[in-house]
């Protein structure tokens, strides 16, 4: 992340954003990286810093923490003449963080790293709906959102790990349903442990599962939407899901008028997980071709 700015990692479960941010910052020097789940980001960042005796609740001020950022940067300016140094932040938010803890370390890491200008910093969403009740602050904070592999991606992943090689119809069966990188790894850890006469029966018991979960999860939504209180708040989800198929798999908020703004929808897309809402192009997306395929079944 450029100083000036947060760059929010963003993205469904089981996409690599964890792993992308650490491999973004492994050759740097000064990198504190922190989760958090049930206590205000400002408290972890100072005893990861060398402030171990904090309590978890202190209340403790981010000038605290920006002083001993721009001491440490003067240090070592001063020890080494890397006059561009900044100490980074890499900080992950848990899927159960409560909204009000996800706001507050946004509002944490914009200061420290925009406004005070004392570090580099990531945030990594786990939960893809997380950053969707965030305010628009596009000077101090950047989105990057990561998806699932391209189909191209995914074969040279089992390529890779050498499995199903030269079996395209399987492949082609297992892309229909996923191709997220978690699912992916799982799938390929099974397959490379059996004997290569197991690979079919595998593969059709993994697509049967994604298959059954993704119509879990889209009559989920569409029991919320036949109720009258769902339809009265502007969550029209049948509506949703019929012109997403239309449309190939994906559609603009802005052709989708008769649902609520997308700030007050996130506790839904959180609970429901059919759909996910793209913060970089602004679109909805199906979770997963089997999302799709479900929605086309089920609508």
């Known amino acids: 992340a450029p100083p000036g700015t947060v760059c929010i ?14 491999h973004a910052v492994r050759d740097l020097r000064g990198v504190a990286c922190v989760r958090v789940k049930d206590e205000r980001l400002n408290s972890k960042l100072l005893r990861a810093v060398g402030m171990p005796n904090l309590p978890r609740h202190a209340g403790l001020d981010e ?12 240090w070592r300016r001063w020890w080494t003449g890397d006059k561009g140094w900044l ?11 409560d909204p009000g803890l996800v706001k507050d370390a946004v509002q944490t890491l914009k200061y420290l790293a925009h406004d005070a200008r004392a570090c580099r910093a990531i945030l990594v969403l ?66 490379s442990a059996a004997p290569a ?11 049967e599962a ?30 949703l899901l019929n012109d997403m198929v239309k449309n190939g798999g994906s559609l603009h908020h802005m052709e989708a008028p ?12 959180k609970e429901y997980e059919a759909i996910i809402y793209d913060l970089t192009t602004y679109e ?16």
């Not at 006469?197 to 697509?207: C, G, H, L, M, Y």
């Not at 059954?212 to 769902?230: F, I, M, W, Y």
Request: proline share 5%; hydrophobic share 40%; aromatic share 6%.
């Open 258 to 269: 008769y649902m609520m703004p997308i700030k007050h929808a996130a506790p839904h897309f």
């Open 87 to 97: 100490p980074t932040f890499v900080v992950e938010v848990e899927r159960t963080t």
């Open 126 to 191: 786990s939960d893809a709906s997380a950053a969707l009740g965030l305010d628009p602050d596009p000077e101090r904070r950047k989105v990057l959102w990561l998806g699932d592999f391209l189909r191209a991606e995914a074969d040279a992943y089992l390529d890779a790990s050498n499995v199903l090689v030269g079996a395209r119809e399987l492949r082609e069966a297992v892309f229909g349903v996923t191709t997220r990188p978690a699912a992916l790894q799982r799938l390929c850890a099974e397959l």
């Open 63 to 74: 000038t605290q923490l920006a002083r001993m950022c721009k001491a440490a940067a003067g």
């Open 9 to 22: 990692v963003a993205g469904p479960k089981g996409t690599g954003k964890s792993c992308a941010a650490v």
């Open 210 to 239: 994604k298959r059954a979960e993704a119509e879990s999860r889209v009559s989920l939504l569409l029991l919320c939407d036949d109720s009258k209180k769902s339809q009265k708040k502007g969550l029209h989800f049948r509506h």
């Open 197 to 207: 006469e197991s690979s079919a029966p595998i593969v059709r018991s993994f697509v």
């Open 284 to 299: 909805y997306r199906f979770n997963t071709p089997a999302d799709m395929h479900a929605a086309a079944k089920l609508c």
